[in-house]
């Protein structure tokens, strides 16, 4: 269904003309219609959050792959900079768990425990920066689709709409990434996964901060639907 299609189906006779010229303006068709389909979900979406891409729905996908391979039943989650909520909701409809997600927007906070709840999905959501987190939790999924867009990247004209604090970050896009191992790597199970989304060109360097914190972890870099390099998976067993 291409984007017309969707406004005729989602909008009301009478505003249809406003969303097209909207959409014609580069506006987001997600933002117009006000959702989006994630796994199954029906997430809320606005310019307080990003808006989920297929991309991360396969994030969601390997992560629960890799669980059912290292035989964690009912595992405690971290979710770091949930945005919409669409990863935690996606997981906790998914299998049994326990979910803590963050974020540093009380605006995209809102978006979240909304989701939650239109979703029947009994997640814990809390404010907090990553850079100030601090916790004596162990979990056994650590999962993150951080900011990694490089500030000097060319991106699509559509994400000026997006948040831009989900979407750059500093140290060439791998900022994010260095912060959650130096200030998780002690919060971690035995028996644990962690799971990124990366930016195409970042594997290699986001492997050798892993090696830097986690010296013993098994690394594995995936591809997403397009062949390029998208989700680093951590265990502390090979997966």
Known sequence: MNDIDLIKKYVS???QKEAINKLNEGYPVQYIIG???FYGNIINVNENVLIP???TEYLVEKTIKYLDKLQMLNPEILEIGTGSGCISIAL???IPCHILAIDVSSRALDVAKKNAILNKSNIEFLKEDINNFNTLNKYDLIISNPPYVPYDALVDEKTKYEPQNAIFAENEGIYFYKVIMEKLKNNLKDNYL???EIGDKQGKKIEEIV???LPKAYIKIEKDYNNFERYV???SKKL
Do not use: G, P, W
Request: aromatic content about 24%; charged content about 25%; glycine content about 0%.
């Open 211 to 213: 090696q830097l914190y």
């Open 35 to 37: 959702n989006v389909d």
């Open 233 to 235: 998976f951590i265990s």
């Open 53 to 55: 891409r297929f991309e």
């Open 92 to 94: 906790y409809n998914a």
């Open 13 to 15: 006779k009478e505003n």
């Open 194 to 196: 962690i799971a990124f």
